[in-house]
């Protein structure tokens, strides 16, 4: 077993291999988590009212994003396995349909704007609430652009194996968000208290920094010359179609489950706002811990997208294996701190009493599924990464549906349950979710899928690797 291990550890797209790719997408991903951690952990410093309301409309808000964001994000799987068929010419084409379909996504947020306090009002939380829910959610929308194109943008460096630029994107953007979270919540010096809204004026100056900071990096002459990233700029209707075939429902899948989590969110705000706020900290927690395993998914797929281009699926199921090995390893600690030293991790947030008492609680809901995150994450990637979007979007329409919004539905609205009832049905989600995505893995179909036209196969003498890529 000891020569098993040490010989995954040393071989191409093993354990080493793996984390040398992923490193820079975990911290980049890991540090979007920090930031939303210190938001909260602010905001409740402000008011437990503010806390409450960031979170469903943070969420609502990212609902209606996430179609575009994961739909223009695909722009990786792409630009992967073209770099994988040595068809780098094909990058440029990739990388302007993902900004024109950007660009779209964000001016549907822009006819958002004039009804957020409608919708707001629709989900039917106190009064207290919806002031300040609406604001939040109004000045997100104003600054969709930014975190939609920015996705776009990650694509073209993920999808070549080239992390490293969108890790230190996200990590000054998160800096920056910190800093003007904290000046513009509280007020300090010549900026303006101003609560919730300065939490989201802070992610929207964040997010259109990182479109300038990936635009400085991608429109260079060297990028025009292997990719044609200036040459490329106008409407390729043949590509747009293949792109929406693949992308769409990788979209889709992400809006699925991001309704899916939406949902449960704003039915359990009807309970109360301690509730509210208990379950804010609790999955505002999980995500320190989950938010690095979409780091590795991403580069999981990525390694999974060029090893399909270059014809090698062999290759790329033992890439996927590799991750998934790491992942859990990962996972096991977490799940043993949840359990361990909840009050220890929960201290951050200036919660009261009760609050603190439920959180914990929920800590172990989260400890029981927090595995089957991983597990859905890590193979819902390696099958997207070849092509197998259709099947996850249907899976997770399915499971987000009959397994977590209508039992979480009837259990609050009708049977006027406590808590932890709704937390019940959320484990089960995820749990049916990781089996499900784990026997489509084992079962093999991916392996024969591929996104472009004429996948290639690489030269023996030039090894399948991402790390070989340049920009």
Not at 25 to 33: M, R, Y
Not at 331 to 345: E, K, N, Q
Not at 407 to 419: A, Q
Request: hydrophobic share 50%; charged share 10%.
């Amino acid at each position: 077993m000891l020569g098993s291990l040490r010989e995954r550890w040393s071989s191409e797209f093993g354990y080493r291999h793996i984390l040398i790719v992923a490193f820079p997408l975990i911290l980049s991903t890991g540090s979007w988590s920090i930031q939303q951690f210190v938001d909260r952990m602010f905001l409740s410093w402000y008011s437990e009212e503010a806390l409450a309301a960031a979170m469903p409309a943070g969420i609502l808000n990212f609902t209606l994003i996430c179609l575009f964001i994961g739909t223009v994000s695909y722009a990786g799987t792409f630009v992967s396995q073209y770099v994988g068929a040595k068809e780098d010419h094909r990058v440029g084409v990739v990388l302007w349909s993902s900004i024109f379909l950007s660009l779209l996504g964000a001016l549907f947020l822009l006819l958002i704007v004039p009804f957020s306090s409608d919708l707001i009002h629709l989900v039917g939380h106190d009064k207290v609430l919806q002031p300040l829910e609406t604001t939040y959610f109004r000045i997100l929308c104003y600054g969709g652009l930014g975190p939609i194109l920015s996705s776009a943008f990650a694509g073209f460096f993920t999808g070549q194996g080239n992390n490293w630029p969108v890790m230190w994107v996200n990590l000054f953007t998160t800096v920056m968000n910190i800093i003007l979270d904290y000046l513009l919540i509280f007020g300090v010096g010549i900026f303006p208290e101003m609560g919730i809204a300065g939490a989201a004026l802070a992610t929207v100056i964040a997010g259109f920094s990182s479109i300038v900071l990936y635009s400085i990096l991608i429109f260079r002459r060297k990028n025009e010359e292997r990719f044609h990233v200036f040459s490329a700029w106008s409407f390729d209707l043949t590509f747009m179609k293949r792109f929406i075939k693949y992308g769409l429902p990788n979209g889709g899948h992400f809006f699925l489950e991001i309704m899916g989590f939406t949902g449960f969110i704003l039915i359990l705000g009807r309970i109360g706002q301690m509730e509210l706020a208990a379950t804010n900290i609790a999955i505002n927690i999980n995500s320190l811990a989950f938010m690095p395993m979409l780091g590795l998914g991403i580069a999981i797929s990525m390694l999974v997208g060029q090893n399909i281009g270059a014809g090698k699926p062999e290759l790329a199921e033992y890439a996927a294996i590799s991750a998934v090995q790491l992942g859990m390893l990962y996972m096991i600690p977490c799940t043993l701190l949840y359990v361990g030293i909840p009050h220890l991790i929960i201290a951050p947030f200036q919660a009261t009493p009760e609050t603190v008492r439920v959180s914990i609680i929920l800590l172990r809901f989260v400890a029981v599924y927090a595995l089957f995150d991983t597990l859905s994450i890590l193979f819902s990637s390696a099958i997207k990464g070849a092509g197998d979007t259709h099947f996850v979007m249907r899976v997770t329409t399915m499971l987000s549906i009959f397994v977590l919004m209508i039992p979480t539905y009837i259990v609050v609205e009708i049977f006027k349950t406590n808590l932890y009832w709704p937390w019940l049905f959320c484990s089960l989600f995820i749990i049916t979710m990781g089996f499900t995505f784990g026997l489509r893995f084992r079962g093999g179909k991916w392996k024969s899928m591929s996104v472009i036209e004429t996948p290639g196969i690489l030269p023996s003498s030039i090894p399948a690797s991402p790390l070989t890529s340049e920009v």
